[in-house]
């Protein structure tokens, strides 16, 4: 059920938040290859939070019942696709995050990429019910990331930092559980500011029973000055960072006759 929360917080978002002072979303109508939708607009970004179909569905898939999660997986790429007037991202640019079927319907949500590289808490979620209906779609996506493609600073140094912000490091016996590198975007009240981070999952051996409530932590160091960005608790051993074993197929190269238009 976490997921199914996730997205929809993602189709309800309407509200950008900058310390305590909400800011609100713009919405307005828009016809989208005949098709009328109605789009909030994130006020900080210009990407669509919402896209909600005036009428009838965003998109159609046909035979649901029957599709294979790994081709329900596919419908991302060809929403992005369709609706690429107002979504600032290429089909190639999602990478999957989830997607889980509760009774009749999916939950399917994706990260943004920029050249290979997640986006920490980006999404683009979806649900499809029954009939293989898709009404909405919730987003917060970064259009225009200008960032270095390397690492100036080691992974060994950078660990070696991120190490030193947790609290009894050595005596509560911390085990690296994951890491990668990813983009941090930072919202501020001017914009977005983007790291190309280390990100670093810690978590004490005591938490690592299956039953174990203890928590770790999530460290970001910057690749290319070692600037600690980002310090996060985390809950259990899932951690902040992200596998890399999905890469979205072409387009053109997608299941046909899946879909109505």
């Not at 293989?132 to 493609?149: D, M």
């Not at 950078?158 to 983009?183: F, G, H, M, T, W």
């Not at 970001?220 to 600037?227: R, S």
């Amino acid at each position: 059920m976490a997921l199914v929360q996730r997205c929809l917080i993602g189709l309800i978002f309407g509200l950008v938040w900058w310390g305590n002072l909400p800011i609100p979303a713009r919405s307005e109508t828009a016809t989208i290859g005949g098709q009328k939708v109605s789009v909030k607009w994130d006020p900080l970004t210009g990407a669509p939070l919402t896209i909600r179909g005036e009428g009838r569905p965003l998109l159609e898939v046909k035979a649901v019942s029957k599709i294979s999660r790994d081709r329900i997986t596919q419908v991302g790429p060809l929403l992005v696709k369709q609706y690429q007037q107002v979504l600032p991202i290429q089909p190639d640019h999602l990478r999957l995050k989830a997607a889980e079927k509760v009774y009749d319907t999916w939950y399917v949500s994706y990260w943004q990429t920029v050249k290979g590289v997640i986006i920490y808490e980006s999404s683009l979620g979806f649900s499809i019910d029954s009939r293989g209906r898709i009404y909405s779609l919730g987003a917060l996506l970064y259009p225009r990331v200008q960032l270095p493609e390397t690492n100036k600073i080691p992974r060994e140094r950078a660990l070696r930092i991120a190490q030193r912000q947790i609290p009894d490091y050595e005596k509560s016996d911390y085990r690296l559980l994951a890491d990668n590198v990813i983009i941090y975007p930072e919202r501020k009240t001017g914009g977005v500011e983007y790291y190309r981070v280390y990100a670093f999952n810690f978590f004490p051996r005591k938490a690592l029973h299956p039953a174990s409530v203890v928590g770790g932590w999530a460290v970001f160091v910057d690749t290319q000055t070692g600037k600690v960005v980002f310090v996060q608790t985390l809950f259990k051993p899932l951690g902040c960072c992200v596998p890399e074993n999905w890469v979205p197929p072409k387009p053109e190269d997608l299941y046909k006759g899946m879909f109505g238009n």
